[in-house]
């Protein structure tokens, strides 16, 4: 019997942050490679039914993620993450924040620090923790309203199925 593990989402309002946290049975290299090749992270990124699909992605120091989400409905809306320290298997930090097509940031929207640490729990376990830092309470509270805690929660449960089809 697969085992589903739980996600904690806690949302620090006064500190503008967000910490995900999440352990899945696989090794870290493998999982690090589900966060970092762009053929496996358009597998799970967006939640479905929107499908996400990389322009570009590099990633080390100084490196960024290009990438689209697109709807069933046609929409299509573009983020970029540019790394800021990356790690190999141990963390990637960057910016993130909605584009447009050509990479250009949408300054209308909010854009977020991100710090995703992948722990090694034994040889077939790790478990990513993601911290998200919002320059305000508004900011947080807008990319809240969008329903990013859903829309993390499913990635990451697709994220997890993705594991466990390749990771036998």
């Known amino acids: 019997m697969d085992t589903v593990h739980p996600l904690t989402f806690t949302v620090e309002k006064d500190h503008h942050r967000i910490r995900v946290e999440r352990e899945f049975a696989a090794p870290r290299q493998v999982v690090w490679a589900a966060w970092t090749e762009a053929d496996l992270i358009d597998q799970w990124w967006a939640p479905a039914p929107w499908k996400a699909q990389s322009k570009t992605m590099d990633v080390h120091s100084g490196g960024s993620h290009h990438y689209a989400m697109r709807g069933p409905g046609g929409e299509v809306h573009w983020g970029r993450t540019d790394y800021t320290d990356v790690e190999l298997h141990q963390y990637i930090r960057g910016r993130d924040g909605f584009s447009d097509e050509a990479g250009n940031l949408n300054t209308d929207l909010p854009q977020s620090d991100w710090n995703i640490t992948f722990r090694k729990n034994s040889e077939a376990s790790t478990t990513v923790i993601v911290e998200i830092t919002y320059p305000s309470r508004q900011d947080l509270e807008t990319i809240l309203e969008m329903g990013f805690q859903e829309g993390l ?16």
């Open 153 to 168: 929660t499913t990635a990451l449960d697709q994220l997890e199925s993705l594991l466990r089809q390749s990771y036998r």
